[in-house]
């Protein structure tokens, strides 16, 4: 079957075509993004009105796009499929609805896609079947701990109770007066800087808590700009850095020895920092487990992880109708 999928939940346009069959490797034949971060950084952040109106003008170019990288004509297109949350409503809308309309005039089925399933099932996109595993989704909005017994089959360990990673590690990188998203910025700034000059605070270690807290960190960070003016910005954002890196990493292996998995996934934007692969590629090494990481190219937001959760709901048989709703607080 060949899918075509849209994903619109926050500040990239995406557009993929797959092709894929019932027990087999799923083929991404294109995957096109238009990013607004230059659109939102002047403003530090995603304004919602903006991203909405990006979207309907980059939409149409976009799916032209997909398919005529892929060489499919759209009367090919066997299925549509679209995010429908979480994420900004008016951003969810204009996706949503365009994949809908494709499938109206097309006659063609239509299925609506968690995003956050999208980025869970990321790292295995290779593979014929989803293994059992404990995946970690670290992402601008999220930080999540899963059980994954089966692709569709998920149980949750814990999360954020506050800001996620991708948030703190943005949310520090205005304090440090860094460009949006902070993210790539604080790992460039850290290369030079020393993890061990501040001690900031590992929040809700103790006992067998699952669940994570970064805000904590957060304003440790603020309270040391404010108390510390000759404080090196390298030697703040290799320190914050080491302490994201080492509470995700122990929450990891925590709940993977809780549930006795053998494999760990991760996924989501935060998944693209060297630091926090090279943890996770020492520790699971260390304790035996398997670890896969999503590709650099599907950690941030994409259409093609939309498209292949997509082509698994719909070889599972699930359908939506188009009166389906977006839902911006959908959960996983
Ligand atoms: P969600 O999926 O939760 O709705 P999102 O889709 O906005 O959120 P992603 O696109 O997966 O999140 O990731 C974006 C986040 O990843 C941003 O917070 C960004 O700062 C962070 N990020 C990207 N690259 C890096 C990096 N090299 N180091 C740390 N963080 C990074
Ligand atoms: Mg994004
Ligand atoms: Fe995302």
Not at 148 to 164: F, M
Not at 278 to 290: M, P, Q, T, V, Y
Request: hydrophobic share 40%; aromatic share 6%.
């Amino acid at each position: 079957s060949i899918f075509l999928a849209i994903e619109s939940s926050c500040d990239e346009t995406a557009v993929a075509i797959l092709r894929g069959e019932p027990g087999g490797v799923s083929e991404v034949l294109a995957s096109e993004i238009a990013s607004q971060i230059e659109e939102h950084r002047e403003h530090g952040g995603v304004v919602p009105e903006l991203a909405s109106r990006s979207h309907s003008l980059s939409l149409n170019g976009l799916v032209e796009q997909a398919l005529s990288t892929a060489g499919i004509a759209m009367a090919n297109i066997d299925v549509f499929g679209a995010t429908m949350g979480p994420g900004l409503a008016s951003s969810l809308l204009v996706g949503s609805t365009a994949a809908k309309a494709m499938s109206c005039v097309s006659g063609k089925p239509f299925v609506g896609v968690n995003h956050l399933e999208g980025h869970l099932l990321s790292p295995f996109m290779d593979r014929t079947e989803v293994p059992r595993h404990v995946g970690l989704i670290v992402s601008g909005g999220h930080t999540l701990l899963m059980e994954v017994n089966s692709a569709g089959n998920y149980t949750r360990l814990g999360s954020t109770r506050d800001d996620a990673a991708g948030e703190a590690f943005d949310k520090v990188g205005k304090m440090l007066g860094l460009p949006y998203p902070g993210g790539p910025e604080i790992e460039k700034a850290a290369r030079n800087g020393n993890s061990r000059a501040y001690d900031f605070p590992r929040s809700m270690m103790q006992g067998g808590e699952l669940d994570f807290s970064f805000s904590g960190l957060k304003t440790a960070v603020l309270y040391t700009l404010q108390k510390d003016r000759q404080a090196k910005l390298e030697d703040i954002a290799a320190s914050f850095q080491a302490a994201v890196v080492e509470v995700l990493v122990d929450k990891t292996i925590r709940a993977v020895k809780l549930v006795r998995a053998e494999t760990v996934g991760i996924s989501g934007g935060v998944s693209l920092n060297q630091q926090v692969r090279n943890a996770f590629i020492e520790r699971c090494d260390k304790e035996g487990l398997e670890l896969v990481i999503a590709e650099g190219s599907v950690c941030t937001d994409n259409a093609a992880m939309i498209g292949f959760a997509g082509l698994l709901k719909y070889f599972a048989g699930k359908i939506d109708g188009l009166d389906g709703d977006i839902d911006p607080n959908l959960k996983l």
